[in-house]
């Protein structure tokens, strides 16, 4: 049975920058478009970024962009995510989901996935 499990969380100062991984066992991510959501307490999951199988173009959301990105290493099996100047809005769970097929859509969510990670905690705090 495959899964994702994600790591890398932890609690950075304002400003600092974190690196999550998001590792997949029992299937390979190769075919497999990459989302990357998060969840604050008391609201709802956001999509945070997108990185396709087929070209890894990325798309991200507003809040993000140009802060935050995605990449991915077929030979670990492995995606990540980048965080730069984070600040306390950035503070929530952060997931991530596998759909095959392999296309973000032009979109930086998913729509579906195949498989989702447990999440990590990220808490941007002085």
């Known amino acids: 049975q495959g899964q994702l499990v994600e790591s890398g969380g932890d609690l950075v100062q304002p400003g600092g920058s974190l690196r999550l991984s998001c590792a997949a066992s029992g299937f390979s991510l190769d075919y497999y478009a990459i989302g990357w959501f998060r969840q604050a307490p008391g609201k709802e999951r956001e999509g945070v970024g997108c990185?396709?199988?087929?070209?890894?173009?990325?798309y991200y959301a507003g809040s993000v962009k140009g802060r935050f990105t995605i990449s991915r290493d077929n030979s670990k099996n492995t995606a990540y995510l980048q965080m730069n100047s984070l600040n306390p809005e950035d503070t929530a769970v952060y997931s991530c989901?596998?759909?095959?097929?392999?296309?973000?859509?032009?979109?930086?969510?998913?729509?579906?996935?195949?498989?989702w990670g447990q999440g990590t905690q990220v808490t941007v705090s002085s």
């Open positions: 989901a596998a759909d095959f097929g392999g296309t973000c859509g032009g979109r930086y969510y998913l729509i579906s996935a195949d498989y």
């Open positions: 990185i396709s199988s087929r070209d890894s173009r990325d």
